[in-house]
Each structure stands twice: as C-alpha cells, then as structure tokens.
C-alpha cells in the first residue's frame, strides 16, 4: 500500500487544494491530508477549525484521512509510514519554493520522495491568502471554495468587525 502526505495550512481549504487531494487518490492508495498547526503566518482559522472545515470538504472523496500535525513534515511522513509528500504547483513560484523543500526534506530523510501536481487551470490564481483577503473585503469566494467554509470565512470577518479589528491585523 502506497500512502502519500498532503501537509499544508489549509486556511482556509479551497477548490485548488480538494482538486489535487482528489487527484492524487488516483495515484496512491492512501492520502492523508495533513493540516500543520503553527505556521510562520497569521491565521484566520485555529486547527481545530482548519481540521474540521478540511473534513468536511473530502469527506466524499474515498481514499482520503485528515489529520492534523505539528513539526517537521518528512518526519510525521515517516511517523505515519508515508512515501510520498504530495504538494500543488500553481505558478512558476511555487516551483521554485517546492524544489528547495523537496531538496530540504530529501536531505532529511531521503527515504521520502516528494511529488508535485500541477493545479488545473481553472484554480492557477486560488491560493488562500486569495481567498482571505477577498472575504475581508466583503467579495464573493463562492467560486473558490465550498458553501461550508465560505460561511465559515464570513463568520470570522463578521467577528472581526464586530470587534473593530483593523485591516493591517487582519492580513
């Protein structure tokens, strides 16, 4: 059985990340969508939120377990007996960030290979800081991400303003 680690901060979820969860399930016989906990970021969404908002999205796609996990990836990869770390390629950018991690993490643990999906080409713009910033300015992200997360965004903006956060803190 080949199972393949999809980390990420999925905050929030979006079309792009569910199309390549989807796709690699062709690929492996096991995808464990992983949601990290403490990324160098600003989040909209605690873990526990992201975790919840990831499972509801896959829950219809056969072949795919959510976790959450903190760390380095190649090492909850091994923790998990994973083979593979599955990761999505948008733009010319993102090739070059996911060529030093895999280089990085190959260095780590070269027991683990690393694999990149291209997005379709209907979600090359989606990344969530997208999303983010259009739903703090009150746009429709209904196109980019399932009606579940899209009231979810719409109830952290709702709180926000409730509570006079400023832009800059919300970005």
Do not use: C, W
């Not at 160098?40 to 990831?54: G, N, Q, W, Y």
Request: glycine share 4%; charged share 25%.
């Amino acid at each position: 059985m080949v199972r393949a680690l999809f980390p990420g901060t999925f905050d929030p979820i979006h079309y792009g990340h569910i199309d390549i969860a989807e796709r690699a399930t062709r690929l492996f016989d096991e995808i464990v969508l992983a949601v990290y906990d403490k990324p160098s970021k600003t989040l909209f969404f605690s873990p526990e939120e992201r975790i919840a908002l990831v499972k509801e999205a896959v829950d219809s796609i056969p072949k795919i377990r959510v976790t959450g996990y903190s760390g380095l990836t190649v090492e909850y990869a091994k923790k998990i007996n994973a083979q593979v770390i599955v990761r999505g390629l948008r733009v010319f950018s993102d090739f070059e960030f996911e060529f030093r991690m895999a280089l990085a993490n190959h260095r780590l643990l070269p027991e683990i290979e690393y694999m990149a999906l291209i997005t379709a080409e209907e979600h090359t713009f989606l990344s969530s800081t997208t999303v983010r910033e259009i739903a703090l300015l009150g746009g429709d992200v209904s196109s980019m991400v399932p009606p579940h997360v899209e009231r979810a965004l719409k109830g952290v903006v709702t709180k926000m303003e409730d509570n006079n956060v400023p832009n800059a803190i919300r970005d």
